[in-house]
């Protein structure tokens, strides 16, 4: 079965010439001219990728994504932005509003092909982690460290502060993350207060592991307390 796409941007002509090469390049391509539109067809039936342009009227594409992103059903979804323009301001924010790929107008079809079947290529390899025992596994993991960091919580003013051991440079959005983190929120909960994506949220928690040398959550909060990285 031809993996399905779908095709979202408000210029006809652009619109009908890439759905005609997708669909010669043996992609079935669903097409809407809006946001709005391409949400409502994305309820009647859920497409292996998404197409979108970033500048249309009313939902633009960073709207869209975001709308996307923020339902469980479409967070892992391959989303691509076409796209006139192609700063690298405008790629920045695309990426970090969870995008997959970047293509600038005018752009070649036989790119736009070949980055589609990346993506599709690589979801398809990735392993599920929606099994039974997956979740079970994943929700005890995440009541055991939520049950730590409450405890760290609890002792906080005995636990002695030192300087960190190396330097640390965090950005305004990482801090953010880190002090929800250590209040013992879990992503889903922060993406809402902070008004972004769990995908985005993950990113960041993965920076900050990176960034201290931790492991999980509870290594992450213990870090932060000790050497008063959280507020």
């Given amino acids: 079965m031809s993996p399905q796409l779908l095709l979202v941007d408000d210029e006809p002509g ?3 010439a890439v759905r005609d090469y997708l669909q010669e390049s043996g992609f079935s391509v669903q097409v809407a001219s809006n946001a709005r539109e391409g949400w409502d067809l994305m309820q009647q039936n859920t497409p292996d990728l998404v197409i979108s342009d970033v500048m249309m009227p009313q939902v633009d594409g960073y709207q869209f994504l975001k709308q996307l992103r923020e339902d469980p059903r479409f967070q892992a979804l391959p ?3 076409l796209t006139a323009k192609g700063m690298t301001g405008d790629r920045i924010q695309g990426y970090q509003a969870g995008v ?4 600038p107008k005018p752009f070649d079809p036989d790119e736009l092909v070949a980055i589609v079947e990346n993506l599709l290529a690589r979801r398809a390899t990735t392993p599920a982690t929606t099994s039974e025992e997956t979740e079970t596994h994943d929700i005890a993991e995440l009541a ?3 049950a730590q960091i409450k405890a760290l919580l609890t002792q906080r003013s005995a636990i002695s502060q030192s300087p960190a051991p190396f330097k640390i440079d965090l950005t305004p959005r990482e801090q953010s993350v880190l002090n929800l983190v250590a209040e013992g929120l879990m992503n889903k909960e922060i993406a809402r207060r902070l008004e972004t994506s769990v995908r985005n949220v993950e990113k960041y928690v993965s920076r ?3 960034k201290t040398g931790t492991n999980s959550r509870t290594e992450l909060v213990r870090f932060a ?3 008063g ?3």
Avoid: G, P, T
Wanted: glycine content about 0%.
């Fill in 100 to 103: 997959d790929a970047y293509l």
């Fill in 79 to 81: 989303v691509i932005f």
């Fill in 14 to 16: 652009l619109r009908e």
């Fill in 229 to 231: 990285l959280a507020k």
């Fill in 144 to 146: 055991n460290q939520i």
């Fill in 225 to 227: 307390l000790e050497h």
């Fill in 208 to 210: 900050l592991f990176s």
